[in-house]
């Protein structure tokens, strides 16, 4: 029997470890990334570290039996963060295709005149902007010639309407 | 988990996530790979730091008396095989019976299923490429990854429909709404705050605190949680063997009965809210398409 009390003691506290990793991984993401999309899936990360550590904890307490009513607590907890996450994307997503249209540019840092008055003004240090010689790629065009002679058959044709 | 280990890991963890974010002028082409091999040293340590707690072998803890449980610890301190020394306790149980001292071995540790390792290896590394990429199309797709390993834990917890619900829901419609998005903004991952990374140092280190703090109650207080294993074992009608409950063919009517009698208030307000959310999106897209095109059309009118 203490075996079994050990063992699902030790696998919750390893569901709340990976919970807690991946919070720190989309609080890490969230905090550094400038692109609106790449921050919002942060969120999105940080809301799955939590859903895991709730659904661990909502098995492991039901599991007693006087507290056998809260068996589902944790997973529908789940379920209405996945609503709620779908609710948020919808909007968050409207909101930035809408910045995206005024401003041009998916960046956050465009923004910053939202801040606080007393924050100094984040500027770009130089960074080169080439493109790595390994990505481009050109495409190949057959070489120039003199220009056929037009089909006037094909141009008269008209599709029918 | 000695502080050492447990300082190096967040430190070692802090410099692998500022070594893997996109930082522009400063990241060589080994950036990655270093960043990736320093967090993966860090979990390593954080696992053993973690996992060796639980298994504490040739301990002097005897399976005490005729129902076989763990009644309490001896008072002496004894060593594990790590050169750990543990304070043990006894109850009044034992000194009612009589017993003082004990011999034998512990097992408290566990044996994780493989598969519980592979998911949470795939989730943590997934999400740790989608924030480290540059191109975001990139870092949908990775989260999408973790998504799936996600899926993955929760059906070891025995929730099969979060499980599925989190493939069809958020990997089905909320990423592929991302990646609508990112379909009309087409980032290529060139852009300069797509290469950037404003205080990346600052928020790796944070993150990696930020761990520890979250984790730092699973290491400390080591006795007070083998008490709570005596207290439980010791009325174990309450504690009911787990079962496994994967493949529960009643789970979903079980779950449904759950949602729709005890949270049903709660479900109707999240139908509402989901209504006022897409009337919402609908409303904020058209006043922007309403202000720019508006005013053409009003001079058509009136012209």
């Not at chain 1, 030790?10 to 999309?37: D, E, K, Q, T, W």
């Not at chain 1, 009513?69 to 709620?84: A, C, K, L, N, R």
């Not at chain 2, 060796?52 to 399976?63: G, M």
């Not at chain 2, 949602?259 to 509402?272: K, N, Q």
């Amino acid at each position: 029997m203490d075996d079994l009390v050990a063992k699902e003691l030790a696998l919750m506290h390893n569901y709340l470890i990976v919970g807690a990793i991946l919070f720190a991984i989309g609080l890490v993401g969230f905090l550094s990334r400038r692109n609106m999309i790449v921050m919002f899936l942060c969120v999105e990360i940080m809301l799955q570290g939590i859903s895991l550590s709730l659904v661990a904890w909502g098995r492991y307490h039901g599991l007693r039996k006087e507290w056998a009513e809260h068996v589902w607590s944790g997973q529908i907890f789940v379920i209405f963060i996945i609503t709620v996450a779908a609710c948020e994307a919808a909007i968050a997503l409207a909101l930035f295709l809408m910045l995206y249209r005024q401003s041009g540019t998916l960046d956050v840092a465009f923004w910053q005149k939202l801040r606080e008055d007393n924050q100094p003004a984040y500027e770009d240090k130089e960074v080169s902007d080439e493109i790595p010689p390994e990505t481009e790629s050109w495409p190949k065009l057959t070489p120039a010639g003199p220009e056929p002679e037009p089909d006037h058959e094909a141009l008269s044709h008209r599709p029918k309407i | 988990m000695t502080s050492f280990v447990g300082i190096s890991t967040i430190f070692l963890l802090g410099l692998g996530l500022w070594l893997m974010l996109p930082r522009g002028k400063t990241d060589r082409f080994y950036s990655k790979l270093l960043g990736a091999l320093f967090g993966c040293i860090s979990l390593v340590l954080f696992a053993w730091g973690n996992g060796h707690r639980h298994q504490i072998e040739n301990y002097s803890v005897l399976r005490a008396t005729e129902h076989g449980h763990i009644h309490g610890l001896v008072e002496p301190k004894t060593t594990d095989n790590y050169g750990h020394s543990h304070t043990v306790y006894l109850d009044q149980e034992d000194k009612r019976n009589g017993v003082t001292e004990y011999v034998g071995t512990v097992h408290l540790g566990w044996d994780p299923g493989f598969v519980f390792y592979l998911m949470a290896a795939i989730a943590v590394i997934s999400a740790a490429a989608a924030i480290t990429f540059r191109n975001p199309v990139y870092c949908a797709i990775w989260f999408g990854m973790s998504l799936l390993a996600t899926a993955g834990l929760f059906l070891i917890q025995d929730a099969q429909f979060l499980a599925v619900a989190t493939v069809v829901v958020y990997a089905g419609a909320i990423l592929v709404t991302f990646l609508f998005v990112l379909m009309l903004a087409q980032p290529g991952g060139h852009a300069l705050y797509d290469r950037v990374s404003w205080e990346a140092l600052l928020s790796a280190f944070t993150g990696a605190a930020i761990l520890g703090a979250l984790s730092a109650n699973l290491f400390l207080g080591h006795e007070s949680r083998v008490d709570y294993f005596s207290q439980q074992s010791t009325q174990d009608e309450k504690f009911v063997p787990p079962k496994n409950k994967v493949l529960d063919e009643h789970h979903m009517a079980r779950l449904g009965g759950e949602l729709f009698s005890r949270h049903l208030i709660a479900v109707e307000v999240a139908g509402t809210l989901l209504m006022v959310a897409l009337v919402g999106a609908i409303a904020i897209v058209a006043q922007g398409r309403q202000s720019g095109a508006g005013g053409k059309q009003e001079d058509q009118t009136h012209g």
